[in-house]
């Protein structure tokens, strides 16, 4: 080696750094092109803070040496000191390339990921530090110390007690283990952790937590409702109602819990438990309005006999009196209580007794509307017609919480594609939380397009901005906030149609869309607003595209290969007692017939009760699936024989989505537009051949269908060869277009 070189090695060495630096420069003069000299001269300057010409030497030492690990490295640490960390990560990231086994670039390289916030990236770095050498301590610190910051305390626990295996009397590593452990014990952390769990979807696990929680005796009632909502997603029902009592008992004035109980019996068929639970939380929290609704107007999901319809009819008409009675509007306080109320309830189930429901809707519809304006003076004002723009164009706003995949708004993507641009504009308001590829839909066919999540006021702002002429709701009776908004006035005119085929009864509704196929000659009793019949069924349904090649067979999806299917696919609440009947007769003509219920598990008492009538067990005929993915659904429509259709509240999607499956469908018009869709259906398809009359006649019309398979498929060729006569209708279009002038030219 040469003297010169050694001398600066020593001074370097012995940190007699400005003696080093001439040595090593006096050197370099000479040998130029001495790549490790360049190196230890960079190694020089960073160690007394000179970065810039560090950085200078070590880019001199690689420019000769490009393939030198611990110039990269350097470099990595010149440029970090430097600020330039995209750079510094560039380098660490060469030297790791460079040497696989130079810890120290790794760990530089974490925790500058780290600093940035790539925090998955960081503990790659750290992981793959620690393959490079499993028994170097510092690796571990630095990732437990990672996981630490991101809460993942159990994690770093595991990997400070195998760093201890190597370095057992580390003072920070054996101080990090207890800090990590002590939060791991505390009830903060235990809850965070059960919170994360369930999010993540991992039920089982997040229900150990949640009851670890409750067992350290801190007192939070979410837990309680959290760990409900696990047993929940697990099927455990009678745990779920346990629990909710327990923390009612504990938090009686925790609405939550109360909303989570009384909902939850209400859905599992357990009407007088739900009433009660509602009577005590309308007790507890006398000022929560939205108890008093619940307490005034629960309605069972399922009826047991037509005389628990008229009991439960006159339980709600004669608590709807007493709501109105009882709700005060007199202070600020009133307003507001009133307003909260109506957050998470609507009249929802009340269309599904099968009867006329128009005074009570105006009833509940007038003090929505009393609630609002109480609320929003300046929102329900009447509103002129506003001039047009320069462009001539009506604008037309749709507002819904269901642009996306939901069999209440669907049909509406039609309106909108075939929309005539020339003379409308298109505005929508998407006010719910789940977009997907039919909310895309959507926003392409809109001129204009608003997501505005959960803010009544300011989508009411922006729709009061957007001076529409016409705003139209294509359905209310579903999402709690779209009735509020319903019950203001927004839009000169304002629409409802059947998405939710029942009136509002909410008088700053104006107009119903409906359709001139699936009216009664009296239609126009049976709705508040001012009844329009579109042509045909009302709207330009689009043609199911999803369709799947029938590469499954019946016992792929436990259906019985041997049976004539019916498939009874509606919500139970959508089947009533006094119908229960025409299963049992059907059977008792077709003995090989299955009833495929979806959802039809609350049914099944009722169903035993009517089989048994006739001597027959309801198990032998009928079959109660879980509901499937989307396409083993359709797959089921294209597996079964004949559609069974609801009598009072007809099948909508469900019926548009058999037929294209060519499946046959047993109906029979109800006394209202919403019993009669699968009607107008197949008199639009023009394949009316199994449209009945009456009961007697529909049970004909099924056993026949069931037990003559050449009718059968004669029914399938035709549906399937008519079937363009049904999707894509721009005639209704049309006739919609034609309405909406007609109301601005004359307003």
């Known amino acids: 080696m040469n003297t010169l070189y050694q001398q600066a090695l020593n001074l370097h060495h012995q940190q007699q750094f400005a003696a080093a630096e001439s040595k090593y420069r006096e050197y370099l003069t000479a040998h130029s092109n001495n790549a490790e000299a360049w190196l230890n001269l960079g190694i020089l300057y960073y160690q007394i803070e ?87 301590f510092g690796s571990y610190i630095n990732l437990g110390n990672l996981l630490m910051r991101q809460n993942q305390i159990e994690q770093a626990i595991q990997v400070y007690q195998t ?54 005796r801190t007192r939070d009632a979410k837990a309680y409702f959290y ?28 609405g939550q819990l109360h909303f989570a109980l009384i909902t939850f019996l209400q859905t599992r068929g357990k009407t007088k438990e739900a009433i009660a639970s509602a009577e005590s939380a309308s007790r507890l929290l006398p000022n929560d309005y939205a108890f008093q609704i619940l307490d005034k107007l629960m309605l069972p999901l399922v009826y047991n ?23 005060s509007l007199a202070t600020v306080e009133d307003k507001k209580n009133g307003l909260a109320g109506l957050v998470c309830v609507t009249t929802f189930y009340l269309g599904h007794q099968g009867l006329n429901v128009v005074d009570l809707q105006r009833q509940w519809g007038s003090l929505i509307h009393q609630i609002m304006a109480a609320n929003y003076p300046n929102w329900v004002q009447a509103l002129p017609m506003p001039p047009l723009k320069i462009n001539n164009k009506i604008r037309i706003g749709y507002i819904s919480n269901y642009l996306h995949s ?47 999540p959960e803010d009544l006021e300011a989508v009411c702002q922006q729709i009061l901005a957007d ?42 509704i104006d107009y119903f869309l409906s359709s001139e196929l699936m009216e009664p000659e009296n239609g126009e009793s049976h709705y508040s607003e001012r009844l329009i019949r579109l042509p045909n069924i009302g709207v330009a349904y689009p043609k199911p595209e999803d369709i799947p090649a029938l590469t499954k067979t019946r016992s792929d999806l436990g259906l019985p290969d041997d049976a004539v299917l019916y ?27 299955k009833f495929v219920f979806l959802r039809g598990g609350l ?124 999707y894509e209708d721009r005639n209704c279009v049309k006739g919609l277009e034609e309405f909406y002038q007609q109301i601005v030219q004359h307003s």
């Open 567 to 593: 498939l009874c696919c509606q919500a139970p609440f959508k089947y009533l007692p006094q119908h229960d009947y025409i299963f049992a007769e059907i059977a008792r003509e077709v003995p090989e017939a």
């Open 227 to 254: 760990l409900s909502e696990c047993l929940k997603n697990l099927n455990r029902a009678e745990e779920v109602i346990r629990t909710l009592q327990e923390g009612i008992r504990l938090y009686p004035t925790a």
């Open 603 to 726: 049914l099944k008492k009722r169903l035993d009760r009517a089989f048994a009538i006739v001597g027959l067990n309801s198990e032998d005929y009928c079959l109660f699936l879980t509901i499937p993915t989307r396409s083993d659904y359709l797959t089921i429509n294209l597996l079964c024989d004949v559609f069974l259709d609801t009598l009072s509240w007809s099948g909508g999607n469900t019926a548009l989505e058999a037929i294209a499956c060519h499946l046959p469908i047993v109906t029979c018009a109800g006394e209202f537009m919403r019993g009669r869709h699968a009607d107008s259906f197949l008199k639009m398809l023009g394949v009316t051949d199994t449209i009945a009359q009456n009961e007697a006649e529909y049970i004909y019309i099924a056993a026949k269908l069931g037990l003559d398979p050449v009718w059968r498929s004669n029914i399938k060729e035709r549906i399937k060869t008519r079937q363009d006569y049904l």
């Open 50 to 136: 000179s970065y810039a010409d560090a950085q200078a030497a070590i880019a001199k030492s690689l420019e000769i040496d490009a393939v030198n690990a611990m110039g990269c490295y350097v470099m990595g640490c010149c440029l970090e000191r430097m600020n330039n960390i995209n750079e510094a990560i560039s380098a660490y990231q060469d030297a790791i390339a460079l040497d696989p086994t130079l810890l120290d670039a790794y760990n530089n390289l974490g925790n500058l990921l780290a600093q940035i916030s790539e925090i998955n990236e960081a503990e790659a770095v750290y992981r793959q530090a620690i393959s490079a050498n499993p028994e170097h």
């Open 467 to 508: 001076k529409l002429h016409i705003l139209v709701f294509p359905e209310i009776g579903m999402d709690s906030q779209t009735v509020k908004i319903a019950g203001l006035r927004l839009a000169p005119v304002q629409c409802t149609a059947w998405g939710h085929p029942v009136t509002s009864g909410i008088p700053t």
């Open 305 to 327: 006999s037509e005389d628990e319809i008229k009991f439960y009819r006159q339980r709600y008409e004669q608590g709807l009196q007493d709501l109105i009675e009882k709700t």
């Open 163 to 216: 760093a201890l295996k190597f370095n057992p009397d580390n003072p920070d590593l054996l101080n990090n283990l207890e800090v990590a452990l002590n939060i791991e014990k505390s009830p903060a952390y235990i809850l965070e952790s059960a919170h994360r769990l369930y999010k993540q979807g991992r039920y089982e696990t997040a229900i150990d937590k949640y009851q670890q929680f409750l067992q350290t």
């Open 406 to 452: 939901y069999s209440g708004t669907l049909w509406l993507v039609g309106w909108l594609r075939y929309c005539n641009r020339q003379n409308f504009e298109v505005y929508c308001y998407y006010t719910g939380n789940d977009p997907d590829y039919i909310t895309k839909q959507f926003q392409n066919y809109s001129d204009v397009f608003h997501h505005i």
